[in-house]
């Protein structure tokens, strides 16, 4: 096989990846880490971490913790009051949730009140509802999928990474994982600008860890993760998550008209064969289940980065056809 085009390419178009991983059929078949990363290396994968997310829900559901996907969300919280006049809350479930086709109430994200507030996910359920009714599309990026990890620890009865670590994690063999909380903006941004990272999962002042974005993860548990889905659910001959789950959230339930997009349960939906986790600066879970393919990429962020979906179609994929 010859790589020489595929690492010129990347040199000239995905500058700030730091790794690349494919496996085919089950095993490895190219693995290369650049900008002085290695295979030990751990990186904030940003909105890949809804997916793991959606698999964290898909183990609680199969266990019989979540109920019905069409439950209202505020089931899991019976404390919580709306606000007055508030009408639209109560019709949001959990399946709106997971298609990110909930309704909120902001136009332009809240960040600097949100981050800054010591309850996460009681913040995201001040913002969420409003005026247009659910069921219409609208992506949150880092407000509002918080409530999921609110959701999971009420289910579970623990800390969403405990919930990860026993049912998810620790059967995929990846380093552990420890909460990280920031004091201030300051140290948030300063987070982010990390060359690299220990295995981390980002949580709020009351421990409740992120649910869009937050999580570290190397190449290779990435491209676990991507297997995992890949083979059903069955990982060394145990059933970690329903097939049915899996089937399920990788079809279309929403789409981004604007984008052109198909979305499932917290992952994209490429066609009918391929399905993918996409965090923003270039890191990626692609699966393609037709050629029995997994390819992970690892990126340091960067703004607009280049499209890896469409680099792994076009300059990954043909490199390892049969």
């Known amino acids: 096989m010859d790589t020489k085009r595929l690492e010129e390419e990347i040199t000239r178009s995905c500058g700030n990846m730091t790794a690349l991983l494919v496996r085919k059929d089950g095993e490895t078949r190219y693995e290369r880490y650049f900008n002085g990363c290695g295979p030990e290396d751990a990186f904030h994968v940003f909105s890949v971490t809804k997916s793991v997310v959606s698999a964290l829900m898909g183990i609680a559901a199969g266990r019989g913790l979540l109920g019905s996907l069409d439950r209202p969300v505020l089931d899991f919280f019976p404390e919580y009051v709306p606000k007055r006049g508030e009408k639209t809350i109560q019709t949001v479930t959990l399946r709106h949730l997971l298609t990110m086709t909930a309704p909120y109430k902001y136009r332009s994200a809240p960040y600097t009140k949100y981050f800054t507030s010591g309850d996460w996910v009681t913040s995201a ?59 201030d903006k300051a140290a948030q941004m300063a987070w982010y600008r990390q060359p690299r990272y220990d295995g981390q999962w980002v949580a709020d002042p009351r421990g409740v860890n992120t649910a869009g974005w937050g999580l570290t993860l190397t190449a290779e548990e990435m491209a676990r993760l991507g297997q995992l889905y890949l083979d059903g659910g069955v990982w060394n001959g145990a059933q970690l998550l329903p097939a049915e789950w899996i089937a399920e959230s990788t079809r279309p339930h929403s789409r981004w008209a604007e984008q052109g997009l198909d979305y499932g349960y917290l992952w994209w939906v490429v066609d009918r064969d391929c399905f993918a986790a ?38 990954v994929e043909p490199l390892f056809e049969d």
């Open 278 to 315: 996409v965090g923003d600066g270039g890191n990626l879970i692609y699966v393609n289940r037709k050629k029995r393919l997994v390819a992970a990429c690892a990126s340091r962020f960067r703004p607009r980065a280049f499209d890896r979906i469409a680099f792994v179609r076009e300059q």
């Open 125 to 183: 359920l001040d913002l969420l509802g409003g005026r247009s009714p659910a069921g219409a599309f609208r992506y949150a990026p880092l407000i509002g999928p918080d409530i999921l990890s609110g959701v999971l620890e009420r289910a579970a009865g623990m800390r969403v990474l405990e919930f990860a670590e026993r049912n998810l994690f620790s059967p995929l063999g990846f380093a552990p994982k420890q909460p990280v909380t920031f004091p």
